[in-house]
């Protein structure tokens, strides 16, 4: 499995983890929400695609200090290679504020095959708050697609409690709940052939006004 883990990260999100190892773990109908992109598509054999992750708060405001969270799929022709913070959906979470990037280590994650897990926190400690109705994304996730991948929906879930996890600026848990997702598999793109009838004729006609001025040049000698 090849990963890149941030150790000094993960060191410190373990550490904030264990105060609140004992709270009580997501609930169904939290008012934070993890999701992915939706409407996302990826072609059979391509390589380099994204999506992010995102965390919507649909209740009354509320400051997010840590975030951790895993995703799975059981598409053998996915392959999560990466994570990082240039989130295209929605601004970073801890945008500027961003421990991992702050000092340098990247987004901390760990990822082999069919599974990604990324953590990461606020460095002022100040965390970021959310307004009622308001996105943020937590990631921007790469992925590949094999070719000759099957097509159609390939489902994305997320890990439980407590690898997928939130507290506030406290380090205390914060109730949440993650809703799947889809990528649609597409067919592989196609590059269009040259049209060389076309070329061939252009070529012709080029080739008969040269013949008709060497004749006219001959008959005029």
Known sequence: MTSKISYLSL???????????????????ANLVFSIEPSLNAASGSTGNQFDVILTNTGPAVTVGAFSFGITTADMDITFTGAD??????????????????????????????????SDLSNSGNGTTLATGQSL???????DVATA??????????????????????????????????????PPTVIPEPKYGGLLAAALIGLAVVLKRRVQIMLAV
């Open 85 to 118: 913070t240039l989130t295209t959906v929605n601004p970073y979470i801890f945008a500027g504020d961003s421990f991992d990037v702050i000092n340098s280590f990247g987004l901390a994650t760990t990822s082999g095959a069919q599974v990604l897990e990324a």
């Open 137 to 143: 994304s937590v990631a921007d996730v790469m992925f």
């Open 11 to 29: 060191a410190t999100l373990a550490a904030a983890a264990a105060l609140t190892i004992f709270s009580s773990p997501a609930r169904a109908d």
């Open 149 to 186: 991948a099957a097509l159609g929906p390939a489902e994305v879930d997320f890990e439980a409690f407590p690898t997928t996890s939130l507290s506030d600026n406290m380090f205390n848990n914060l109730d949440f709940s993650a809703s799947s997702g889809i990528i649609n598999i597409t």
